[in-house]
């Protein structure tokens, strides 16, 4: 199994930038996909951003697309996901996640790994 360590959150006027950071360690990072998703108080858990393997594919969701960037560095063992233009109605808990298994690239169902969260929080 891996595990997952998320780094990076915190507190951010609107329109600022924030670059998250996801720690793994333990199997073989390239044996997964990559997920960050993040999940706001009383909300269901919503996909952001999915990165292949070896970084040659990348998806987001709609609602974030054009304002973030996911990325990998497989030597490190690591992935980021940059934010920018930050609005109040993206603070929420943000995780990481890993996925061994095909499967619909936006289900938490598809993820088996999942960090612990860090908070961000944009304040207007």
């Known amino acids: 199994q891996v595990q997952l360590v998320e780094s990076g959150g915190g507190l951010v006027q609107a329109g600022g930038s924030l670059q998250l950071t996801c720690a793994a360690s333990?199997?073989?990072?390239?044996?997964?996909?990559m997920g960050w998703f993040r999940q706001a108080p009383g909300k269901e858990r919503e996909f952001l951003a999915t990165i292949t393997r070896y970084g040659g594919s990348t998806g987001y969701a709609d609602s974030v697309k054009g304002r973030l960037t996911i990325s990998r560095d497989n030597a490190r063992n690591s992935m980021s996901l940059q934010m920018n233009s930050l609005k109040p109605e993206d603070t929420a808990v943000y995780f990481c996640?890993?996925?061994?298994?095909?499967?619909?690239?936006?289900?938490?169902?598809?993820?088996?790994?999942w960090g612990q969260g860090t908070q961000v929080t944009v304040s207007s």
């Open positions: 333990g199997r073989t990072f390239t044996l997964y996909r």
């Open positions: 996640a890993a996925a061994s298994t095909s499967g619909a690239y936006d289900s938490t169902a598809t993820y088996m790994y």
